[in-house]
């Protein structure tokens, strides 16, 4: 079994930076960029669910729903990754999306 705790950490951390960010920065881009990471960790774990069917997009539930969002699609990616090196994949990707965010 991978430990994916490196990845539930990092999603962790930006969800509480996107809660703990004033409605400002989330206007400027912060939510948006919370968001697209959101849809690509969710779109990720839909795959390796179900190769087979096409990825649900994940809808645009509000800039204050951002960080929300991204903690359960990290999550159920979480379970459903295999190895070390999809974890530190993903990790990068949190920690490149967290960048532009700003937070």
């Known amino acids: 079994m991978v430990d994916t705790t490196p990845l539930t950490r990092a999603v962790d951390h ?4 996107l809660r703990a960010a004033p409605q400002s920065r989330l206007q400027r881009g912060a939510a948006a960029e919370a968001v697209a990471l959101a849809r690509e960790l969710a779109r990720r774990a839909q795959i390796r669910e179900s190769p087979d069917a ?9 800039m204050f729903a951002a960080a929300d969002q ?3 699609a990290g999550h159920d990616l979480a379970v459903v990754l295999t ?10 990707l949190v920690g490149e999306a967290q960048q532009r965010a700003g937070v």
């Open 70 to 72: 991204i903690t359960v």
């Open 83 to 92: 190895t070390d090196g999809d974890v530190e994949e993903a990790v990068r």
């Open 54 to 62: 096409e990825p649900r997009e994940m809808p645009d539930a509000g």
């Open 14 to 17: 930006f969800a509480d930076r």
